[in-house]
């Protein structure tokens, strides 16, 4: 893989951050965009522009038809059984909150059980809670291990015949822990437990095929994976958009209404309600083409080079202390440093170009665990190489300068 003509790929690294080269290593938060994403939103707004789904003029049909591309092309990207089974949302949060509030609405009742892990980012948690609040149902955590895992024993001794769902992170967003996902839907299947997996920092890394993962839902992030902000996809079972009842009402959505009785329309449409981000998904699109022409199992091998480097790097500085040390690990790594907080660790790094986050990462629950209020987290994306990672350790030792007086 040549990263230099990757990185040329994305107009953002032209330009310099307080006088050095911009380092970026926020893409767990969201990645950067190449040029054939920027250029085809402009392009379409430009020359293509209509709403979806309405109208039947020329620019109507050519922008319906260039938005089912679209589609066909994320169900043949994630290798699922339908079109039909592709759901296009504002965001991974919106997909996830689809499935707690439609599922959770028909089928789960006072005294039901979620399964979820001590390691889900809050937007795999907070719309369980509403369900769990609204119905009286209870949420089982799995506990992470020492080294930021969650194991599969774990998760089978909490299932029980009161387990209704389990919703749980593919890849943890700060320890990187990759979690067994197939063996955790082989056993979700042996009691009959649907399965929803929060896809965000598994699918721009990973190779997801949903008819061999086996899971009913999977929510995208698309803008981790280098495409638009605003958009989302809900990977779901067939079986259940058609037992489902719709999530939002309004346009687009609806089959016939009657002043005494209203039908909905056949999925994917009856989960797509108003006015829908068409420029956004057309684009997306592209951000596919440009994961494609790479190859996912390239991009991943070189991440993990990246990371592995990385991790050895840092591990050389004492005062470094790395979170969590997973059987697998993604491409996330989350430090802490002695005797300084991670805000001023992030702020100080960003003088040197380097980009990082700090925070809890919207994983609270994971932080107290852990017994820390924070971390700082430098995550990978394919266009960052070694210098990248010799850079991080530079500027890190350039902040312990500050704090040493």
Same mark, same amino acid.
């Given at each position: 893989?040549?990263?230099?003509?990757?990185?040329?790929?994305?107009?953002?690294?032209?330009?310099?951050?307080?006088?050095?080269?911009?380092?970026?290593?926020?893409?767990?938060?969201?990645?950067?965009?190449?040029?054939?994403?920027?250029?085809?939103?402009?392009?379409?707004?430009?020359?293509?522009?209509?709403?979806?789904?309405?109208?039947?003029?020329?620019?109507?049909?050519?922008?319906?038809?260039?938005?089912?591309?679209?589609?066909?092309?994320?169900?043949?990207?994630?290798?699922?059984?339908?079109?039909?089974?592709?759901?296009?949302?504002?965001?991974?949060?919106?997909?996830?909150? !689809?499935?707690?509030?439609?599922? &959770?609405?028909?089928? +789960? %009742?006072?005294?039901?059980?979620?399964? $979820? @892990?001590?390691? /889900?980012?809050?937007?795999?948690?907070?719309?369980?809670?509403?369900?769990?609040?609204?119905?009286?149902?209870?949420?089982?955590?799995?506990?992470?291990?020492?080294?930021?895992?969650?194991?599969?024993?774990?998760?089978?001794?909490?299932?029980?015949?009161?387990?209704?769902?389990?919703?749980?992170?593919?890849?943890?967003?700060?320890?990187?822990?990759?979690?067994?996902?197939?063996?955790?839907?082989?056993?979700?299947?042996?009691?009959?437990?649907?399965?929803?997996?929060?896809?965000?920092?598994?699918?721009?890394?990973?190779?997801?095929?949903?008819?061999?993962?086996?899971?009913?839902?999977?929510?995208?992030?698309?803008?981790?994976?280098?495409?638009?902000?605003?958009?989302?996809?809900?990977?779901?079972?067939?079986?259940?958009?058609?037992? !489902?009842?719709?999530?939002?009402? &309004?346009?687009?959505? +609806? %089959?016939?209404?009657?002043?005494?009785? $209203? @039908?909905?329309? /056949?999925?994917?449409?009856?989960?797509?309600?108003?006015?829908?981000?068409?420029?956004?998904?057309?684009?997306?699109?592209?951000?596919?083409?440009?994961?494609?022409?790479?190859?996912?199992?390239n991009i991943a091998s070189h991440e993990n080079e990246i990371l592995d480097y990385g991790l050895e790097k840092l591990r050389k500085n004492n005062s470094i202390k790395i979170i969590g040390n997973p059987k697998s690990r993604g491409s996330v790594l989350c430090f802490t440093i002695k005797g300084i907080h991670p805000h001023d660790i992030a702020t100080i790094l960003d003088d040197d170009g380097v980009a990082i986050r700090a925070g809890?990462?919207?994983?609270?629950?994971?932080?107290?665990?852990?017994?820390?209020?924070?971390?700082?987290?430098?995550?990978?994306?394919?266009?960052?190489?070694?210098?990248?990672?010799?850079?991080?350790?530079?500027?890190?030792?350039?902040?312990?300068?500050?704090?040493?007086?």
């Amino acid at each position: 893989m040549d990263i230099k003509n990757i990185k040329n790929e994305f107009p953002i690294f032209t330009q310099k951050i307080n006088g050095k080269p911009l380092v970026y290593l926020d893409s767990a938060n969201s990645s950067q965009k190449p040029k054939t994403v920027i250029d085809r939103i402009s392009n379409f707004y430009e020359t293509e522009y209509s709403n979806v789904g309405r109208s039947v003029h020329s620019l109507a049909v050519k922008a319906t038809n260039r938005f089912e591309a679209t589609r066909d092309k994320v169900q043949k990207y994630m290798n699922a059984a339908h079109r039909e089974e592709i759901i296009f949302t504002k965001g991974a949060t919106e997909a996830i909150n !689809l499935v707690a509030s439609t599922y &959770g609405k028909k089928h +789960i %009742n006072k005294g039901d059980e979620i399964l $979820i @892990t001590e390691l /889900e980012h809050h937007s795999n948690y907070v719309p369980l809670h509403f369900i769990r609040s609204e119905k009286g149902a209870v949420i089982k955590f799995a506990s992470v291990n020492e080294d930021g895992d969650v194991e599969i024993d774990e998760i089978k001794k909490l299932i029980s015949n009161k387990t209704k769902i389990i919703a749980i992170t593919h890849i943890s967003n700060v320890t990187g822990a990759v979690l067994p996902i197939k063996q955790i839907v082989d056993l979700a299947k042996e009691k009959n437990i649907p399965v929803l997996i929060d896809g965000t920092q598994g699918a721009p890394h990973a190779y997801i095929d949903m008819q061999n993962i086996g899971c009913d839902f999977y929510a995208v992030s698309c803008h981790k994976m280098y495409g638009p902000n605003g958009l989302g996809i809900l990977y779901a079972k067939k079986k259940w958009l058609d037992d !489902l009842p719709p999530y939002q009402g &309004g346009g687009g959505m +609806i %089959n016939e209404v009657k002043k005494d009785d $209203i @039908t909905f329309a /056949e999925s994917p449409t009856k989960f797509e309600a108003g006015t829908l981000q068409t420029a956004e998904v057309v684009s997306f699109a592209e951000s596919i083409n440009f994961i494609e022409k790479i190859g996912i199992k390239n991009i991943a091998s070189h991440e993990n080079e990246i990371l592995d480097y990385g991790l050895e790097k840092l591990r050389k500085n004492n005062s470094i202390k790395i979170i969590g040390n997973p059987k697998s690990r993604g491409s996330v790594l989350c430090f802490t440093i002695k005797g300084i907080h991670p805000h001023d660790i992030a702020t100080i790094l960003d003088d040197d170009g380097v980009a990082i986050r700090a925070g809890h990462h919207c994983c609270q629950i994971l932080h107290e665990k852990l017994g820390l209020p924070a971390t700082a987290r430098a995550s990978i994306g394919v266009y960052n190489d070694k210098e990248d990672m010799d850079k991080l350790s530079d500027a890190i030792k350039n902040c312990q300068k500050v704090f040493q007086g």
